[in-house]
């Protein structure tokens, strides 16, 4: 079946735009991720829901970071107001699950911050 | 803290000289050591979990082993196709809470 699929791939924004990143996991998958990779880096966990419960947020870096899964499924990352910081790859996760399995991961999106 | 780290930060090897990457942790709770593989502008790609010390999986060229401190992904007579950058991962949390913390990854070279 399908990948995680995450739009768009690539976002050029200027300083103080507000952006929307979108991620559809894999069908059926309970357990969604969020994470930020700089380049040279491993991927940083932002956030993680289960179904549409936004269960850990602690990697979120300021209150310019919102995440949302309304439905349990596609979900979106929000970033408002951005800066030149923010630029990275945003990678999107799934798992079946909610135990210790693996992740399968998303192509990302680059964001260029002007 | 937890931490991963891998090292070597990039290897270059010939076409068919074996070799070791290794993945140090200090993760507390750890549920989990993941490798995968990172080709450049994808995302990373799922190679092996395991759980626990003395367990081994192996998949083509690649195998890889866990202690209870580090666990090595041991490439044999690796292809020019094998070049990524290969990233370890220790899952944690308790509960609920689930994420994965990553190293910075090893960038692997093989040339023809």
């Known amino acids: 079946g399908a990948g995680v699929s995450q739009s768009p791939r690539y976002k050029v924004a200027k300083r103080g735009q507000d952006v929307a990143l979108r991620c559809d996991p894999i069908?059926?998958?309970?357990?969604l991720f969020w994470y930020q990779q700089a380049l040279g880096q491993g991927p940083e966990f932002l956030t993680y829901?289960?179904?549409?419960?936004?269960?850990?947020k602690s990697g979120l870096p300021s209150d310019r970071f919102f995440a949302e899964r309304p439905e349990g499924s596609v979900s979106t990352l929000k970033i408002q107001r951005t800066q030149q910081e923010d630029s990275a790859v945003y990678l999107c996760?799934?798992?079946?699950?909610?135990?210790?399995?693996?992740?399968?991961f998303g192509p990302g999106t680059r964001l260029l911050v002007l | 803290e937890d931490q991963v780290t891998q090292s070597p930060e990039a290897l270059r090897l010939q076409e068919g000289e074996s070799s070791s990457l290794n993945c140090s942790y200090t993760?507390?709770?750890?549920?989990?050591l993941f490798w995968y593989r990172q080709d450049p502008g994808k995302g990373p790609e799922f190679l092996f979990t395991?759980?626990?010390a003395g367990e081994e999986k192996e998949k083509e060229r690649l195998k890889a082993t866990l202690t209870k401190k580090e666990s090595f992904l041991h490439i044999t007579a690796p292809k020019p196709e094998d070049s990524a950058t290969y990233l370890c991962?220790?899952?944690?949390?308790?509960?609920?809470?689930?994420?994965?913390?990553f190293g910075s990854g090893t960038q692997l070279t093989v040339l023809p």
């Open positions: 996760a799934s798992s079946p699950g909610t135990g210790a399995e693996t992740q399968y």
């Open positions: 069908s059926g998958h309970v357990s």
């Open positions: 829901f289960q179904n549409e419960a936004q269960l850990d």
């Open positions: 993760v507390s709770g750890l549920r989990g």
């Open positions: 395991l759980y626990s």
């Open positions: 991962a220790g899952g944690i949390g308790t509960g609920s809470a689930r994420q994965l913390t």
